[in-house]
């Protein structure tokens, strides 16, 4: 007699407790991948500080003409075993992200109705493309704000930086701008949610606008126009992107276009119309 394993069905109504164990059971996995490519940050960890992170510290030591070894130096027994726990969390969290944004959707998933809960491998995808390519831009904007982080120190300081600063500083910025271009899903997660809807964000772009670039400018630490036009940018864009996405959301639903239905006459508009108009010749 062979025992087979089945899957416990989701039910219909889940009740308080029910959400709780179904979040239990989410973290569990979602741990669980983190350590798996934690893992694999710790394999890694040196060719990614030979190949990755160092070299915009190199380039920066270059350019201005700072004649020392492109080096780290630690300060304490156990800072160097710090920061490899430390990057290698952050490399678990970039390479278990798919698990993750999984785990999310069907956290939500009984939220939505069965045409939208079709979308989870979209949904995956998108995220996780966005999420890459905020850390990649994130890195490739890296050495221009180290330059100017250096440079405005003075003439008279000699950058001599640690793993765990720099190191630090590298993926905060990276797990930064990936977050931040993770912005438009949760825009379209609220709408799907009905928590807003695309008027309101239509109406409220203004304030959209001054604060995106003010958490632009508080995620990136250089304060250089250039690095905070490179996150700030595609954020708006993806902000306006979110509110297409949502009038397309409404009219899946409703089965009219939104801004067709907004400026519909009604049946007394257009009577009032038509005498106003009078007969034409």
Not at 133 to 160: H, N, Q
Not at 189 to 205: C, T
Request: proline share 7%; charged share 20%.
């Amino acid at each position: 007699m062979r025992l087979r394993w089945r899957r416990r069905p989701r039910p219909e109504v889940m009740g308080f407790w029910d959400h709780v164990a179904e979040l239990r059971n989410r973290l569990i996995w979602s741990i669980v991948a983190i350590g798996l490519g934690m893992v694999v940050g710790l394999i890694v960890y040196d060719w990614l500080l030979r190949e990755v992170f160092l070299p915009p510290y190199c380039n920066v030591l270059e350019a201005q003409e700072i004649n020392r070894p492109c080096s780290l130096v630690i300060t304490a027994p156990l800072e160097g075993f710090r920061t490899r726990i430390k990057v290698s969390a952050y490399l678990g969290a970039v390479l278990a992200m798919p698990v993750l944004l999984w785990h999310l959707w069907r956290f939500i998933t009984p939220a939505l109705d069965r045409r939208e809960k079709r979308w989870a491998i979209p949904f995956v995808i998108a995220g996780f493309v966005l999420f890459s390519a905020g850390a990649v831009l994130a890195y490739f904007t890296f050495e221009r704000a180290l330059d100017f982080l250096i440079a405005v120190s003075g003439d008279a300081v000699d950058p001599l930086l640690g793993p765990g600063a720099y190191l630090g500083l590298v993926t905060f910025m990276m797990l930064a701008f990936g977050i931040g271009f993770e912005f438009p899903i949760v825009l379209i997660f609220a709408q799907l949610a009905g928590i807003v809807e695309p008027r309101q964000l239509n109406r409220a772009r203004r304030y959209a606008i001054v604060g995106i670039v003010a958490g632009a400018a508080i995620i990136t630490p250089s304060g250089d126009p250039i690095t905070l036009a490179a996150l700030s940018v595609p954020l708006y864009v993806f902000y306006e992107l979110s509110i297409l996405a949502g009038y397309l959301i409404l009219r899946r639903r409703s089965g009219e276009a939104p801004l067709r239905r907004r400026f519909r006459r009604s049946p007394e508009e257009s009577d009032q119309g038509a005498a106003a108009s009078g007969p034409t010749s």
